[in-house]
Nanobody, 123 residues
């Protein structure tokens, strides 16, 4: 069974950077793409970025203003989210997820989820 484990979250000052990792174990060839989502307290879980295992095609939420970069290391079954110029509004729990459908911003297209890693950005 596929499992996803996120790491790399923490406390950072505004303007700083963090790199999140998502290690996929037990991955089957049915997983087509990986995505990052985030959920702030009392808010919906929102799409951040997605990437395909093959070809590396990417898709980002418009609101990120080019500050985040998603990447993939297929040999390590690991997906990364590099976050630069962080802002207090980026504070949230960040989740990675696996999709058998493809690169998508729609939460319903992802069927395997990690436990999340918290990111706090102080002003």
């Amino acid at each position: 069974q596929e499992q996803l484990v996120e790491s790399g979250g923490g406390l950072v000052q505004a303007g700083g950077s963090l790199r999140l990792s998502c290690a996929a174990s037990g991955r089957t060839f049915n997983s087509v793409a990986m995505g990052w989502f985030r959920q702030a307290p009392g808010e919906e879980r929102d799409f951040v970025a997605a990437i395909a295992w093959r070809g590396g095609g990417t898709y980002y939420a418009n609101s990120l203003e080019g500050r985040f970069t998603i990447s993939i290391d297929a040999a390590k079954n690991t997906v990364y989210l590099q976050m630069n110029n962080l802002k207090p509004e980026d504070t949230a729990v960040y989740y990675c997820a696996s999709s058998k459908i493809g690169v998508s911003g729609y939460r319903g297209h992802y069927d395997i989820w990690g436990q999340g890693t918290p990111v706090t950005v102080s002003s």
